[in-house]
């Protein structure tokens, strides 16, 4: 592998650096402020994020993830991980550069899998930044770890599928502007346990939905974008709303989950970047006990500690994406769910010590650190749960070791 980035990644890198600098960092304020302005209505969207994301489009920091696409940056996935870290230094970021959750991975399906009217009436408007979106697999009333175990019903009835089921951590779905979900279902129950599911395009609008209630993260509502628990009766669909075809649900799913856990580690790795600047600032500038904080030998160990973690858990992802970018998402399975797990943990205990840096200021909303561990938190469980990708790790290194151990036997 060769650690040294590409020319064009490092001009991306600075051109994203700068934008940052000049546009974001200093709008934090004035975003969190809009949003409090809403009151209780917090469903609606911030003027700032609108006028950054003209001004994002305008300097050509726009579509950066899509490597495949006309209008993407044409990046492979270890040239576009390092800009995920920059985005990831600030929450709403990634929407600025229209590179956020979950549209990247929705506009990654429709790129690779949809029609061309699909494109046309979906994939263009998300392109632009105009609409919004949501991914609808996950329900209450089965372990969404295992995805075959999903019940969410999709029924062919003529030229219309027929959905019912109940949905939750709908990711997107709060946002105003989100007009259009991917929603994961069973289409034949009798097939394999593999070739039950599909993935079917649905309008918010369309008669039968009901919002039943937003899902708040240890109490954030994490508005505009917001996660919402959906009931689905008899919601009717045409058919040409099935993306690639019956049966190729869970096909899709796992082509759409290999780019997405890079971009969501580097995202986490820059805001574990963003807790231990948080942490040596505050460290430096209390004095306890007669002498700053930053002194003390306990916080020395500390902050060693979190930019050890942090260079192997980047490194460690770095490998992961050059690997997709070279032999494939299948060959490079165990180092994509190193680095699910790796990642998330790893800004956890960084950005838990920050806030024991900052005491009872840490779990307030002053620092953006009480925050950030919650949104991170999720990451835990979200796109497969800890247990699952340790379970697939274990299984991979076994399988390699017994067939060493043939290999040897047999010599």
């Given at each position: 592998m060769d650690f040294a980035y590409s020319p064009k990644t490092l001009d991306l890198m600075e051109r994203v650096q700068a934008f940052m600098d000049k546009y974001v960092y200093p709008n934090e304020a004035t975003y969190h402020a809009q949003m409090n302005a809403f009151g209780v209505e917090r469903w609606q969207v911030p003027a700032i994020i609108e006028e950054l994301k003209d001004k994002a489009k305008a300097a050509g920091?726009?579509?950066?993830?899509?490597?495949?696409?006309?209008?993407?940056?044409?990046?492979?996935?270890?040239?576009?991980?390092?800009?995920?870290?920059?985005?990831?230094?600030?929450?709403?970021?990634?929407?600025?550069?229209?590179?956020?959750?979950?549209?990247?991975?929705?506009?990654?399906?429709?790129?690779?899998?949809?029609?061309?009217?699909?494109?046309?009436?979906?994939?263009?408007?998300?392109?632009?930044?105009k609409i919004r979106s949501a991914f609808l697999m996950?329900?209450?009333?089965?372990?969404?770890?295992?995805?075959?175990n999903i019940e969410c019903d999709i029924r062919r009835d003529g030229e219309t599928y027929v959905i019912n089921g109940r949905k939750w951590w709908s990711s997107g779905a709060m946002d105003p502007r989100c007009k259009i979900y991917i929603l994961m279902g069973k289409t034949n129950r009798d097939a394999d346990r593999h070739g039950q599911q599909s993935q079917v395009l649905v309008e918010p609008g369309t008669p039968g939905i009901t919002i039943e209630r937003f899902l708040p993260v240890f109490g954030y509502d994490d508005a505009p974008h917001g996660h919402a628990q959906i009931l689905f009766e008899n919601?009717?669909?045409?058919?040409?709303?099935?993306?690639?075809?019956?049966g190729r649900g869970f096909e899709i799913a796992q082509g759409r989950l290999g780019p997405g856990r890079i971009h969501h580690c580097m995202r986490t790795i820059g805001a574990a970047e963003r807790a231990l600047e948080k942490m040596c600032e505050r460290l430096a500038t209390r004095v306890a006990f007669g002498k700053p904080v930053a002194h003390q030998s306990v916080w020395h160990e500390r902050i060693a500690d979190a930019r050890i973690s942090i260079d192997m858990a980047r490194l460690l992802?770095?490998?992961?994406?050059?690997?997709?970018?070279?032999?494939?998402?299948?060959?490079?399975?165990?180092?994509i769910a190193m680095i699910k797990v790796a990642a998330p943990k790893m800004a956890l205990k960084v950005i838990d010590d920050a806030i024991q840096a900052w005491g009872g200021a840490g779990v307030t909303t002053d620092a953006g650190l009480a925050h950030a561990y919650?949104?991170?938190?999720?990451?835990?469980?979200?796109?497969?749960?800890?247990e699952v990708h340790r379970a697939q790790i274990a299984k991979l290194e076994l399988g390699k070791q017994l067939a060493r151990h043939m290999a040897k036997a047999a010599e």
């Amino acid at each position: 592998m060769d650690f040294a980035y590409s020319p064009k990644t490092l001009d991306l890198m600075e051109r994203v650096q700068a934008f940052m600098d000049k546009y974001v960092y200093p709008n934090e304020a004035t975003y969190h402020a809009q949003m409090n302005a809403f009151g209780v209505e917090r469903w609606q969207v911030p003027a700032i994020i609108e006028e950054l994301k003209d001004k994002a489009k305008a300097a050509g920091l726009w579509n950066l993830f899509l490597p495949e696409s006309e209008r993407g940056a044409g990046l492979k996935n270890v040239e576009y991980a390092p800009l995920c870290e920059i985005m990831g230094r600030v929450g709403f970021a990634a929407e600025v550069f229209n590179c956020a959750a979950p549209d990247t991975g929705n506009m990654e399906v429709l790129e690779r899998y949809g029609t061309e009217e699909q494109k046309r009436k979906y994939m263009v408007p998300l392109l632009d930044g105009k609409i919004r979106s949501a991914f609808l697999m996950t329900e209450p009333a089965v372990a969404s770890s295992d995805a075959t175990n999903i019940e969410c019903d999709i029924r062919r009835d003529g030229e219309t599928y027929v959905i019912n089921g109940r949905k939750w951590w709908s990711s997107g779905a709060m946002d105003p502007r989100c007009k259009i979900y991917i929603l994961m279902g069973k289409t034949n129950r009798d097939a394999d346990r593999h070739g039950q599911q599909s993935q079917v395009l649905v309008e918010p609008g369309t008669p039968g939905i009901t919002i039943e209630r937003f899902l708040p993260v240890f109490g954030y509502d994490d508005a505009p974008h917001g996660h919402a628990q959906i009931l689905f009766e008899n919601v009717r669909v045409p058919v040409e709303n099935i993306i690639l075809g019956e049966g190729r649900g869970f096909e899709i799913a796992q082509g759409r989950l290999g780019p997405g856990r890079i971009h969501h580690c580097m995202r986490t790795i820059g805001a574990a970047e963003r807790a231990l600047e948080k942490m040596c600032e505050r460290l430096a500038t209390r004095v306890a006990f007669g002498k700053p904080v930053a002194h003390q030998s306990v916080w020395h160990e500390r902050i060693a500690d979190a930019r050890i973690s942090i260079d192997m858990a980047r490194l460690l992802t770095l490998k992961a994406a050059w690997m997709m970018d070279t032999v494939g998402n299948k060959v490079a399975r165990a180092e994509i769910a190193m680095i699910k797990v790796a990642a998330p943990k790893m800004a956890l205990k960084v950005i838990d010590d920050a806030i024991q840096a900052w005491g009872g200021a840490g779990v307030t909303t002053d620092a953006g650190l009480a925050h950030a561990y919650a949104g991170i938190r999720t990451l835990r469980l979200a796109d497969g749960p800890d247990e699952v990708h340790r379970a697939q790790i274990a299984k991979l290194e076994l399988g390699k070791q017994l067939a060493r151990h043939m290999a040897k036997a047999a010599e």
